[in-house]
């Protein structure tokens, strides 16, 4: 399960709110590489059901900074906007570290 951290659309956020999303093997991999090597993963659902998954890492200025982004409607097309989030923020990653 991949964990996210639950981001209100208002803007507002709660650091022990985790929501955990299953997806295969391969995915979950990739996505334990990235958060162990400091990035996190975050997901925002709107009032009109549209869902923004972003994957994140700190900067030097102790802020977090995008290295991905996937947004959707939330239902099925979710998993699969996920698996691209994961695959597409470690590529990343990989570049900058």
Request: charged fraction near 20%; include cysteine; charge should be negative.
């Amino acid at each position: 399960m991949i964990p996210f951290i639950y981001v209100y659309a208002n803007g507002s956020h709660l650091s022990q709110v985790v929501t955990e999303i299953d997806r295969p093997a391969e995915i979950q991999l990739l996505a334990d590489n990235f958060i162990a090597r400091g990035g996190r993963y975050v997901i925002t659902k709107f009032v009109d059901d549209t869902v923004q998954a972003q994957a994140v890492v700190l900067g030097l200025d102790d802020k977090p900074h995008p290295l991905a982004t996937q947004v959707c409607p939330d239902g099925p097309l979710l998993l699969g906007a996920i698996d691209r989030l994961v695959r597409e923020s470690v590529q990343k990653l990989n570049v900058l570290q």
